[in-house]
Nanobody, 117 residues
Framework: QLVESGGGLVQPGGSLRLSCVAS????????TAWFRQAPGKAREGVACTNKGGGMTNYADSVKGRFTITRDRSTVYLQMDNLKPEDTAVYYC??????????????WGRGTQVTVSS
């Protein structure tokens, strides 16, 4: 089970740090990722890190502003210089395969991020 936290309301230019805890297991053998879905839009991948944590990739829209990191049981998303278009429900996901798997096997329930003045 994956449980996200850290969402909230922030002004443009502000920062938030999302956390996703894996209960009852470690994430050592999982690729881990963050996705988001804004109202009326399709879900999109935001960031992903592979099993060893040595490779990360990001959506073009967040490069240079978001950073994904992880430890044995938690994956984080540091979000800086937030913009109104970052407003969405953010989900973490994990899979035993890789960042390129079409559908991740495990998902959290999401945490709301709202960027507004």
């Amino acid at each position: 089970q994956l449980v996200e936290s850290g969402g909230g309301l922030v002004q443009p230019g502000g920062s938030l740090r999302l956390s996703c805890v894996a209960s009852g297991r470690t994430l050592d053998n999982y690729a881990t990722a963050w996705f988001r879905q804004a109202p009326g839009k399709a879900r999109e991948g935001v960031a992903c890190t592979n099993k060893g944590g040595g490779m990360t990739n990001y959506a073009d829209s967040v490069k240079g502003r978001f950073t994904i990191t992880r430890d044995r049981s938690t994956v984080y998303l540091q979000m800086d210089n937030l913009k109104p278009e970052d407003t969405a429900v953010y989900y973490c996901a994990a899979d035993r395969s890789s960042c390129y798997v079409p559908n991740f096997g495990s998902w959290g329930r999401g945490t709301q991020v709202t960027v507004s003045s």
